[in-house]
Nanobody, 124 residues
Framework: QVQLVESGGGLVQAGGSLRLSCAAS????????MGWFRQAPGKEREFVAT????????YYADSVKGRFTISRDNAKNTVYLQMNSLKPEDTAVYYC?????????????????WGQGTQVTVSS
């Protein structure tokens, strides 16, 4: 089992920044690719970003490319999502997830463990 706890969400004005953190415990963190997903009210959960086990490979949704940065610190068992130039349409609950597979993935069903989510609200 891997336990994931997100933090760092909140209310921010459009154009502002937030940094989300996801702390992992349980099994060896570096054995998992990590992803961030989000879900807005009435919408399906959507992919935001993913990072490989070593951190050498990252991939982003087109909607956040150039504004968001995913990173990880395997020594601290933590993955981050730096969000800049936030827009109202970024408002959602953000979830981190762990994938035991070898390759990074954008598909939620590929991920084995999920956090409880943290709310991000961007006001216009």
């Amino acid at each position: 089992q891997v336990q994931l706890v997100e933090s760092g969400g909140g209310l921010v004005q459009a154009g502002g920044s937030l940094r989300l953190s996801c702390a992992a415990s349980g099994r060896t963190f570096s054995n998992y690719a990590m992803g961030w997903f989000r879900q807005a009210p009435g919408k399906e959960r959507e992919f935001v970003a993913t990072i490989s086990r070593s951190g050498g490979i990252t991939y982003y949704a087109d909607s956040v490319k150039g504004r968001f940065t995913i990173s990880r610190d395997n020594a601290k068992n933590t993955v981050y999502l730096q969000m800049n130039s936030l827009k109202p349409e970024d408002t959602a609950v953000y979830y981190c997830a762990a994938d035991a597979g070898v390759l990074v993935s954008t598909i939620p069903d590929r991920y084995d463990y999920w956090g409880q989510g943290t709310q991000v609200t961007v006001s216009s």
